[in-house]
């Protein structure tokens, strides 16, 4: 199969500039003493995260327990959950989960949920590792007293043993302007180096201090008292992390190549309008942007429908035919791998790989 | 299983409503002497699409092969595939699914690619049905003389036969107000009439003209020369179709219940914020509006990331704690659907079956 036989619309990734993308971060933070524990939310494709193992990350990320029980389902261990895991049955799924992958940590930021999860673990005859989820704007405790007092919950809970802080800043990831991104990060961050500081002083070691993101890893990496690096996005890039400000001063972002595409095909025309076969289905629809067109600057893509894209040909050097094709750079990566089956994995032009997206909506 | 122990974030159908709907459509349509071949692009799901066709449908829609595969793979026929099937690739898959599913009518809108479809009939050995895709602003032939050129080349081909037209008009659809919907479609549908006037005269049967949508399907099924309705939505309905007005001249459309929500679980709370474990992995996020949680108009939620929303309690009459669970209204059911492997049909709060969502990204 080639770049212009695959089905379409499809996933595709550039494997040289993804592997130049792992290599970047690995490198980066290795250099600077750093974990990593690679994102998988963002692919959600246990092929990519044995890759990423290959390359010396630690583990694997996921945002739920589902993608989880997925990873370690193909054998993948060192997983950490990034979002609470709350209720009864849930808590049961994640002591299951811990019985089969016992590095496997979970997070919590309620002292209501780690009484529930000390519950299972205990009825699941394991001792679950849990992480303190630290708020910096979406979910989590508030850094220093309210997160030592979950921590401390934690460590003296039977069936539990307490794992670290998890201190992911969403705000940081995305913040627009390097030194904006960096002042936000080190503030935040310091919060939780805080935290940190305190459970030492109370005799409660914290083996894991989780954060950062493909927007703030290069600013992440040089704090102390962070063990480990959880980016995601770096692997594949979008527009949208494409254009959050480069370290020097400009607009572009340019540490990481942009890695995936989408490839449609040109199904109808009419005058100066193409109708490509990839609409709210094919791509992610929750960023301000449409779908670039990749090298084509004289085309612009507005939605048509869950099917269709409409494409302007008006300032076209080309115009395009029913049969063409045409590739574009996805708005945001995550939710759009999660509209696939599998990725297609390019050296060149040729699929050198087809990887499963074995944990797409696996949400639960 | 009960509506409370539903793993979430989760696709859940009110069987009721659901069925009251399929009533509804099934005595509008064949009172007025109409077939009915729904639309499978809004369930992907073959347990739904059997019931449909146990309700009379003569069969489903899909909008696209690989959906038509998936469905004649579970035994349905019937199956129209309403957007064009383009290339030689996609053109041997679909002569293939004639072989087993001889019913199968495939569209097309250009001459070159009903040259391609006889070619992969012929080299399959089938006659392959296909019909002519009218313009209405997004994809096929202009009616009239432009139509009826492609729909004579698709007569005159050796291994295909001509299926009649496909009339989708999806500006109507959508058009907000019941007077201008009406207006919309019936002069839409007056061309596509038309066109098969033209057809009639020239000595070619068109023995089907399908058209017709959640939107427009009341007056669609009063228009002579229309043979029948296609509509999808209205099975589930979504915060969009609820809002597109209705016949007594107001903002609310009634013709069908809301049956289909997504119910999430609260994950973690600040001061009068609560965070839910739905985000742009749980709804599709192409229409303005956010999801609506249902029953509680003292909430509002606005989205938070992939994986959660945020849940506004200035105004709540009761707070959310963590472990609380609160359902929605999707925005737009189709790519909401496509978000999930499983849909669980509730009778009232016990879950009656989980029907899998086995069309599910497939797009190609």
Request: proline letters at 5%.
């Amino acid at each position: 199969m080639t770049r212009d036989s695959v089905p379409t619309p499809a996933l595709l990734v550039d494997l040289d500039a993804f592997e130049s993308n792992v290599r970047a971060m690995a490198g980066w933070v290795t250099v600077r003493g750093k974990g990593w524990r690679p994102h998988g939310k963002t692919h959600k494709c246990p092929a990519i995260a044995q890759r990423l193992v290959d390359a010396g990350a630690s583990g694997a990320c996921t945002a739920k327990l589902g993608e989880a029980e997925v990873f370690a389902a193909h054998g993948l261990r060192g997983l950490l959950v990034t979002t609470a895991v709350v209720g009864a049955d849930k808590a049961a799924r994640a002591a299951a989960l811990a019985a089969m992958a016992p590095d496997t940590i979970v997070v919590a930021d309620d002292l209501g949920q780690v009484a529930v999860l000390d519950r299972a673990a205990g009825e699941a005859g394991v001792r679950l590792r849990v992480a303190v989820d630290l708020y910096f704007g979406r979910t989590g405790v508030p850094p220093g007293e309210p997160a030592c007092a979950v921590a401390r919950a934690i460590d003296t809970a039977p069936h539990l043993a307490f794992a670290g802080l998890q201190a992911y800043d969403a705000t940081a990831s995305h913040t627009r302007g390097a030194e904006a991104r960096r002042a936000r990060t080190t503030t935040t961050m310091a919060a939780a180096v805080d935290t940190r500081r305190r459970l030492d002083a109370d005799g409660i070691a914290c083996p894991m201090v989780s954060a950062g993101s493909t927007g703030s890893y290069r600013y992440d990496a040089d704090l102390d008292g962070l063990t480990e690096l959880q980016p995601g996005s770096f692997i594949f890039m979008d527009s949208d992390y494409l254009s959050i400000g480069g370290d020097d001063g400009g607009d572009a972002y340019t540490d990481f190549q942009p890695a995936l595409s989408v490839v449609t095909t040109v199904v109808s025309v009419h005058g100066d309008e193409a109708i490509v076969d990839g609409g709210y289905k094919a791509f992610a629809t929750d960023r301000p942007f449409a779908p670039a067109p990749i090298g084509r600057p004289d085309l612009a893509y507005a939605w048509a429908g869950d099917e269709h894209g409409r494409i302007d040909m008006r300032r076209a050097d080309r115009r395009l035919a029913v049969g063409d094709r045409l590739e574009f750079r996805a708005p945001h990566c995550d939710p759009t791998v999660n509209l696939y089956d599998a990725i297609h994995a390019l050296r060149g032009d040729t699929v050198d790989a087809v990887w499963a997206v074995a944990a797409r909506g696996k949400s639960q």
